[in-house]
């Protein structure tokens, strides 16, 4: 085979979307677990573009928009992930995690937006989202669940919570301490 016509190889980024895919893939009911802990080997296993299509063919896909920003997803397969400190949040942000855990800890974040979405996805995993005691917090899905006090102002920023926890957990709380930056 000639070097033009070899199939491109697959990044890590690119690997990453496809996990995305299959998560959602299988909190919408379209796969197994077991389908979905195989097509997983499969998609860490890939080496190109084509190897990664076999994986996905079947399955709905998110393209990104022409200039959408970066810095909307977070995944961990079996591993820590932690967003904290200083950081700008995106209007909708999305956190799969596949045994493993994750923080998400907004106390000194700027959020971008007055309501900013939260996608969790918890497979046999657990997500702690911490909040200043400065915005509002909405929590819906199944495994979710919220420890925030307080009362914002009418106007406060909003954060809502989407999540799916099979076998896991999604928590959000509040702190009146802010984080160290």
């Known amino acids: 085979m000639s070097v033009e016509h070899q199939p491109l190889r697959a990044s890590d980024r690119d690997r990453?979307?496809?996990?995305?895919?299959l998560h959602t893939a299988y909190a919408e009911g379209r796969l197994t677990e077991t389908e979905l802990d195989e097509r997983i080997d499969l998609t860490l296993a890939a080496r190109t573009h084509?190897?990664?299509g076999r994986v996905?063919?079947?399955?709905p896909g998110h393209r990104p928009l022409p200039g959408e920003p970066a810095g909307r997803l977070q995944v961990a397969y079996k591993d820590t992930v932690t967003r904290a400190g200083r950081w700008r949040v995106p209007d909708t942000f999305t956190s799969v995690v596949?045994?493993?855990?994750?923080?998400?800890?907004?106390?000194?974040?700027?959020?971008t937006e007055p309501v900013t979405t939260l996608r969790v996805v918890a497979y046999k995993s657990a997500v702690e989202i911490v909040v200043p005691a400065t915005v509002r917090v909405e929590v819906s899905g199944m495994g979710v669940s919220?420890?925030?006090?307080?009362?914002?102002?009418?106007?406060?920023?909003?954060v809502r919570v989407r999540g799916i926890a099979y076998k896991g957990s999604i928590e959000a709380r509040g702190t009146r301490e802010p984080a160290i930056a």
């Open 16 to 21: 990453d979307e496809v996990l995305v895919r």
């Open 50 to 52: 084509d190897d990664l």
């Open 56 to 59: 996905s063919a079947d399955l």
């Open 98 to 111: 596949y045994k493993g855990r994750a923080l998400l800890d907004l106390r000194v974040a700027e959020l």
């Open 146 to 158: 919220t420890d925030v006090h307080g009362a914002p102002s009418a106007g406060a920023p909003i």
